[in-house]
């Protein structure tokens, strides 16, 4: 079929190239010999006037203009399949749908553990492919990779719904021997430790306590930099170093290990808010609904 003298067919093609940025890895995405892919190829350059994918040293990169298609592609084929895959009936007992969350080890820990238990209770035979989440949530979301985000609201993006879940306090975690600290943790001592603190991308996206220590002029010595918050008490233990975490994470890791010392924050750090953002096309996607208010009932017992 086309449209606009476009074979439709070839978005698909359009969007694999645009994904995978190789012909072979497009052709294996499709099911398609490399010639098929690479005629198709050829046909959408003639289509659009444009290389799309242009050699430059071992790696295929993307035009200008292909780079604008990205998106539009992408939402183009995610309202087709919303069309093709809307219906009203949904029974959580006989599904066998997969849905694939992408949150940090955080969530995974204090929350969404306890989301899919209930899941599966009331859908034994439905999947679940839960990603840890690094710096690319928000693309993965647009590209349909995943199907719900969670993250704190200051990440969330404008482009789709997002929907408050929970909160969580600020709590700062030593080790129970740390004989810098007395029976208070005071603002000048807790400056002067070593810190593990949790960072992303080379810094550029910190958690809510980075954000408030900064904002009040604090700077805190960084000994150790990680990016998953369950490593944290084994940089804590036999060590002067603190760290600052989220209240539930902070009270679990205490429980499983009892050498660990909870304290109140010297400063104040705004509540932190974790949101559920799902692609702006599945709003009214039946197993997506179920899914979000298993989630508000969890988070309604916490």
Known sequence: MRFNKLDLNQLVVLDALLSERSVTRAAQRLFLSQSATSSAMARLREYFDDELLVQVGKAMVL????????????????????????????????????????????????????VLRRASVEAPLMRFRVRTAATLGLSHLDNAEIDLLITPDFRAGSAHPAEPIFEDSWSCLAWAENDRIGDDLTLDRYLELGHVIMEWAGGAIVTSDSHAAAALGYVRRAEVTAETFRVVPHFLVGTRRIATLQTRLALMLQRDLP??????????????????????????????????????????AS
């Open 259 to 300: 050498s660990l010392r909870l304290l109140p924050c010297p400063y104040p750090i705004p509540k932190l808010v974790e949101v559920v953002q799902y692609n702006k096309f599945q709003e009214r996607d039946p197993a997506l609904l179920w899914f979000r208010q298993i989630m508000r009932e969890v988070a309604l």
């Open 63 to 114: 035009t200008p203009r292909a780079e604008g298609l990205r998106r539009p592609v992408r939402e183009v084929l995610r309202q087709i399949q919303v069309i093709t895959n809307d219906s009203p009936e949904f029974d959580p007992a006989t599904s066998d749908r997969k849905i694939v969350v992408e949150t940090s080890d955080y969530v995974i820990s204090v929350f969404l553990g306890e």
